[in-house]
């Protein structure tokens, strides 16, 4: 990666790993109800492949791509707002996580919780710039786990009978929930799975920001010139529980110690030779703008219970919902 891009990419690793500490101190705190995610020590798959598209490309990110949603352009403000269910949030409060996109500013298709789902949804986008004669690639990510769902392989073989650009980048962390991978499949790697549908596929190493962008950016390449799908698994581990909730105790110590070493953000700092001192101002940077957010948001109301189902049903049923509201 070009010094500059690299640099980029270290801040949105920061970004993304302070952004993810402070709302899992807000959700001990009480203040977030429902589910906090947390993508520690897997955060250079996000943004390095994020940083790796065009503007004109579409991502949808899982619960554990902070990191591409912050890339492609939504602030923490955005995050914590949603986080924190407050009237200023993308989805109006509806998720307190980070199921919210905007299609057409960033090209974030928002998460959908349903696991597999996204690869025929972000399948079908594909095929409809293709169809568009548009010049854009769609991406989308899913865990190990979710490699045994059938949409995954339904959506795979959509994508691969129609030569849609569409690339699915695997994030093998190991876990899905308490199930290790050695319960989960046979194949390895997991992108082998691939090879059933005809679609070319790489492995890399995940923890390395540097190595995520440049194989992503091959195949997005390679789609974008009508290759059709590309899969790419990269390896890394789940630093954290499932979710909040989770004290992830089924995971062996030493994995955990093992993996520790390898932290993305050491890695990028390591490359990068960054001074102690050069880190710490990277660190004031991001640690500002993460208080002001959430400063922000904090400050904001919860929405107007009026407008629950905005956004959810049409029109007339919004008016009677509120009709039925107000009496
Ligand atoms: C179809 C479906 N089945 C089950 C779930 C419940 N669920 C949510 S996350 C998860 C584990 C996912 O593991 P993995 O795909 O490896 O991703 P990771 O959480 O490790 O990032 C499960 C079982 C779901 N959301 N969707």
Not at 53 to 72: F, S, Y
Not at 105 to 131: E, H, N, Q, R
Not at 166 to 180: D, K, M
Request: with cysteine; charged share 25%.
């Amino acid at each position: 990666m070009p010094r500059e891009l690299l640099e980029r990419a270290y801040y949105f690793l920061c970004l993304t790993r302070m952004v993810e500490d402070r709302a899992a101190v807000l959700y001990r705190q009480g203040k977030i109800h429902g589910g906090n995610f947390s993508s520690r020590g897997q955060e250079a798959i996000s943004v390095g492949t994020a940083l790796a598209l065009e503007p004109q490309d579409k991502v949808a990110p899982m619960i554990r791509n902070l990191g591409a949603v912050l890339v492609r352009g939504h602030s923490p403000r955005e995050v914590f707002a949603s986080y924190l269910a407050r009237d200023t949030s993308p989805n109006g409060g509806k998720d307190n996580s980070t199921h919210f996109g905007d299609i057409e500013k960033t090209g974030v298709v928002a998460c959908i919780s349903m696991l597999g789902t996204l690869v025929p949804v972000m399948a079908g986008m594909a095929l409809a710039a293709k169809l568009q004669g548009r010049k854009l690639v769609t991406l989308t990510y899913i865990g190990d786990g979710a490699t045994s769902t059938g949409e995954f392989h339904e959506g795979l073989n959509f994508a691969a009978v129609f030569e849609v650009p569409f690339v699915l980048v695997i994030e093998n962390n190991q876990y899905a929930y308490s199930t290790p991978i050695e319960k989960q499949t046979r194949v390895r790697p997991l992108a082998k799975k691939a090879e059933a549908y005809a679609i070319p596929w790489a492995i890399g190493d995940g923890n390395d920001v540097q190595e995520v962008y440049r194989l992503t950016k091959r195949f997005v390449e390679e789609a974008r010139r009508g290759g059709g799908p590309r899969i790419l698994e990269f390896q890394t581990m789940r630093m954290r529980g499932h979710a909040q909730h989770d004290d992830f105790k089924y995971v062996p110590g030493e994995l955990l110690a093992e993996w520790e070493k390898k932290d993305p953000l050491l890695r990028c700092e390591q490359a990068l030779g960054l001074s102690e001192k050069e880190k710490q101002a990277v660190a004031a940077r991001v640690e500002r703008e993460v208080a002001e957010a959430e400063k922000d948001a904090l400050d904001r109301p919860h929405p107007d219970g009026r407008d629950a189902v905005k956004g959810v049903f049409a029109d007339d049923s919004i008016t009677q919902f509120q009709k039925w509201w107000d009496e």
